[in-house]
């Protein structure tokens, strides 16, 4: 017994190891019909890039002066007419969209796929017409294609590139629209997923090197769970403390003290959170959620003149005490909506991800809402007993 009572957490920790190394290869494998794909152009390497879904596969072959490269590149689209794919390589020292040269297959209006190379600027950023145009790697050869029944689109192409571009650590970026003019794409969509389809590989042992977008995700998470800890979470327990332990209907000697703790860590964690924010839209000038940006501005600020309540407070016995009361009561119950309305703001914007964080908050506002619903009635039950004790006559003996 002793052996099967032993050995129940070392098989839970291997089925556990079991599950994640399982998701792992599932998330770094290429898919079935990519495979197949990749056997049929006659290519060895292949990786599952981390975001829109889209794989790449490819050869090298290394000459004295030039690197020959061919490449496939797919990922699922919908046979509406008009949608896009792009990928390319960019020189310059980190990955980025601007400064790529990429090749770019669209699905024309009358169902056939064209397949031309473009030069990503600054400009095409801005919303200028992105229209075809040489690029200084050279295109061999170049075929787009369009696997109806499995809604798979794919580029494949051999380039041979300058000595500038170094295939020990290449910068590429890949792309998805769903809309487009001719030869012209439009712009596609700014979800998170898009923003980060960029990284460095190495084309000679299929290692990332640096990962810009993955950095990015780790530094959201970070964010969004700080926010949620500290402005969405400690923040309204401090409210619920001083609401319901202050005088009615449960007088607390400490009430005060663990008010002040939690408004002081939920602000503190708050504001951790809305700096790095801050870091992630500095470092995605060109891609901004000003909705976010703004409520978040707005609440940070109204918090901190909050907090300035610490030391700034009126007495007691001074007149317009009562008034700042009422102003600190409705300021602090109209950020606690706020800072809700910008959670829900900020977890929208992590498609395709989304739905986890969604429903993990509204899992936690609603057991902040059982907390109080159970105090307010209870309030209220208390508030109706001691009324009607007072309105009892008392009993005299006859």
């Not at 309030?379 to 006559?393: A, T, Y």
Request: hydrophobic share 40%.
């Amino acid at each position: 017994m002793g052996s099967s009572t032993g050995g129940g957490p070392v098989i839970f920790i291997l089925a556990l190891f079991s599950v994640l190394s399982t998701s792992i290869s599932q998330f770094s494998t290429c898919s079935d019909e990519f495979l197949q794909l990749k056997r049929e152009k006659n290519i060895t390497f292949c990786k599952k890039l981390p975001t829109l879904g889209a794989e790449f596969a490819w050869n090298y072959y290394d000459n004295q002066n030039e690197t020959h490269i061919d490449i496939l590149f797919g990922a699922r689209l919908p046979s509406d007419t008009g949608s896009w794919l792009a990928w390319g390589v960019n020189p310059n020292q980190s990955p980025q969209m601007v400064g790529t040269r990429a090749l770019i297959g669209i699905r024309q209006p009358n169902g056939t796929l064209a397949l031309g190379t473009y030069n990503i600027t600054a400009d095409t950023k801005l919303g200028c017409k992105l229209q075809p145009s040489r690029i200084d790697v050279t295109v061999v050869s170049k075929h787009a294609e369009y696997v109806s029944s499995l809604d798979y689109f794919a580029i494949t192409a051999t380039l041979i590139l300058p000595p500038e571009y170094n295939i020990s650590r290449l910068n590429h970026v890949w792309q998805v629209g769903y809309d487009s003019d001719e030869m012209q794409p439009k712009k596609h969509p700014t979800n998170l997923p898009n923003v980060d389809s960029t990284e460095t590989i190495n084309l000679k042992n299929q290692e990332t090197t640096c990962c810009i977008g993955k950095h990015r995700r780790h530094l959201r998470t970070v964010h969004g769970i700080l926010n949620i800890v500290g402005w969405g979470t400690f923040l309204p327990i401090g409210v619920i403390i001083a609401r319901y332990y202050r005088v009615y209907p449960n007088k607390f000697a400490w009430w005060f003290h663990f008010h002040v703790s939690c408004q002081i860590i939920g602000y503190s964690l708050g504001s951790i959170g809305w700096i790095i924010g801050l870091a992630l839209g500095r470092a995605s000038k060109h891609y901004s959620f000003q909705t976010h940006r703004l409520l978040a501005i707005f609440i940070f600020t109204f918090t901190t003149l909050q907090m300035l309540a610490l030391r700034l407070k009126p007495k007691r016995k001074d007149e317009y005490r009562k008034f700042w009361d009422m102003y600190h009561h409705f300021l602090g119950y109209a950020l606690l909506a706020l800072i809700s309305v910008n959670i829900f703001e900020g977890i929208a914007i992590l498609k395709p991800h989304q739905l986890v964080w969604k429903w993990a908050y509204i899992g936690l506002l609603g057991i902040l809402a059982i907390v109080t619903l159970g105090f307010e009635t209870y309030s209220w039950c208390k508030f109706i007993s001691d009324k009607k004790k007072k309105g009892q006559p008392t009993s005299t003996k006859s």
